[in-house]
């Protein structure tokens, strides 16, 4: 019998179906120059800098978290967002690698600093790391590569993935000051997700 | 005892924001050299060279605000402090002083004389502002109250109030929010209680309707909104110190020579610059050396940071 779930499910993969890849990516790509316009016009209040670099940082850790959900999310609520998942996982890249560029050029600017931060700060270093991770799943985000590497390999280093959302959620936790409340949510979310991989979780949906 | 300090910044610098853009963009342009010499000249002895003096826009110092009371976002204070009750109000002075009691705001300030400071503010997350601020030196009402021979510090404390504060629901830090200084510190003339901004009430956001301000030290030590003032002969504990004592001293001096220990304290940004922002050195004691460097002669400012 088909419970409720499986029936909203089947609804919306659906409507997901009709929607195209490329709005995704379209989507995700069009906030960029929305933000730097706001920043230029005030929308970002009177310290646009760090506004900025804040609002790529987190909107990078959302995608990443986004992407570590969908295959929990078809395994246990049969929901299959599969088709996006590299998009996802693309703009969760680049919003990283904006976080990054922004940090370097409006808010540190002086590369003599930029070194010695990365080298004697936890949480550039720890954020430093965690990108770094991200550069060859990034490259290797292209059917070529899947056909090159082969499906077990190119799963196996996508895997990095895990540390690289992890370094993600402490470089974050760090930086607070005060009891990190927020960023203790991602925290939270992420340990939950990549819990959810590590029990064998086919055994308890295969009916 | 009021008028002891006088500004090195006048009130001609306080400007409307237009004609402030467009002397900052000027200035800018002939950043260093020549322009720099001459403006620190017209700013005063005790400016540093080449250092953009302009006081911050109203907009500026009430939207960007660290008032963890209500919220921890930058913008949080500004959205949330509006039904903050600041009248009636009275400050608690107690401990070492001879006349201990509740003194109704309005008693405080019908002897005590306002005057203009326009002061550089440094946030210990490294940025900073420079603020037009009305309000009267804190010897002033130390001194009405009465200061005991043994007083050797100062405690203050700010309102606790989780239904108008909703900041104060979550355990950020201990509330209530707490501050010290040493009974010289507290005594200095450049230490102030505020009262206003620009002329105007200081708006809720700001620390209504009374808040410290100690210009020499990282913004969190300038407690705001606050009810009570003890003198006491033991070091007072202090929030953030509290915290997280490794890195928040009870002094907090602004010195670019001792960092946070997760960030430099070399530079900071100054609010307003937009996009393309400039960072520029930080200060000894944020520009104010001359007058409080020999608060601490012989103390070894990286072990008491």
């Given amino acids: 019998m088909r419970s409720t779930t499986d029936l909203v499910a089947g609804w919306l993969n659906g409507r997901f179906r009709q929607v195209p890849v490329w709005l995704v990516y379209l989507t995700g790509a069009a906030y960029v120059p929305l933000l730097f316009y706001w920043g230029a016009t005030g929308g970002l209040g009177v310290e646009p800098i760090r506004a900025l670099e804040l609002e790529l940082g987190r909107i990078g850790i959302k995608l990443l978290i986004l992407g570590l959900a969908i295959t929990p999310l078809r395994r246990y609520s049969g929901l299959n967002l599969m088709k996006f998942r590299r998009a996802i996982g693309v703009l969760a890249f680049s919003y990283v690698a904006l976080h990054l560029l922004v940090w370097l050029v409006l808010d540190v600017q002086d590369p003599a600093r930029i070194w010695a931060d990365i080298v004697k700060r936890p949480y550039v270093t720890i954020g430093m790391a965690g ?21 077990l390999r190119w799963r196996r280093l996508h895997r990095l993935v895990y540390p690289a959302v992890l370094l993600g959620a402490i470089h974050f936790t760090i930086l607070v000051k005060g009891l990190p409340i927020r960023p203790s949510v991602y925290f939270a979310i992420i340990i939950f997700l990549l819990a959810l991989r590590m029990r064998p979780g086919a055994l308890l949906r295969r009916a | 005892m009021a008028h002891r300090w006088t500004n090195d910044l006048t009130e001609a610098d306080v400007t409307p924001h237009g004609v402030w853009l467009n002397r900052r963009q000027i200035m800018a342009g002939l950043a260093g050299g020549i322009a720099g ?8 002895p005790a400016a540093a060279a080449g250092d953009d003096l302009e006081p911050n826009s109203w907009k500026e110092i009430t939207s960007y605000n660290n008032f963890y009371e209500f919220g921890t976002g930058k913008s949080d204070p500004s959205e949330r402090a509006g039904s903050l009750t600041t009248s009636p109000w009275s400050v608690r002075i107690d401990g070492l002083v001879e006349r201990p009691g509740d003194y109704a705001l309005g008693d405080i300030l ?3 004389t306002i005057e203009r400071r326009i002061y550089r503010l440094r946030c210990v997350e490294a940025w900073s502002m420079v603020v037009p601020w009305d309000g009267f030196e804190l010897a002033d009402l130390l001194g009405m109250a009465g200061v005991k021979a043994g007083a050797k510090y100062v405690a203050f404390e700010t309102l606790l109030r989780p239904e108008e504060m909703p900041g104060q629901r979550y355990p950020v830090l201990e509330w209530p929010y707490v501050e010290g200084l040493r009974l010289d510190e507290a005594m200095h003339p450049l230490t102030i209680m505020a009262t206003g901004l620009y002329g105007k009430p200081l708006p809720n956001q700001n620390g209504a309707p009374l808040r410290l301000v100690v210009p020499w030290k990282y913004g969190f030590k300038s407690i705001k909104s606050v009810v009570r003032i003890t003198l006491t002969s033991d070091q007072p504990p202090t929030s953030w110190n509290k915290a997280n004592p490794r890195e928040y001293g009870f002094y907090s001096n602004v010195n670019p020579n001792v960092d946070h220990p997760r960030w430099s304290q070399a530079t900071e940004r100054r609010v307003g610059g937009g996009l393309f922002s400039r960072r520029q050195p930080t200060l000894m004691f944020n520009g104010y050396e001359r007058e409080v460097a020999s608060l601490y002669e012989g103390m070894d400012l990286a072990k008491y940071y």
Wanted: no cysteine.
């Fill in chain 1, 131 to 151: 990108f770094l991770l991200l550069v060859p799943l990034a490259a290797t985000s292209n059917n070529w590569s899947v056909r090159r590497l082969g499906a």
């Fill in chain 2, 110 to 112: 019908s002897k005590m």
């Fill in chain 2, 37 to 44: 010499a001459g403006l620190a000249a017209l700013a005063g």
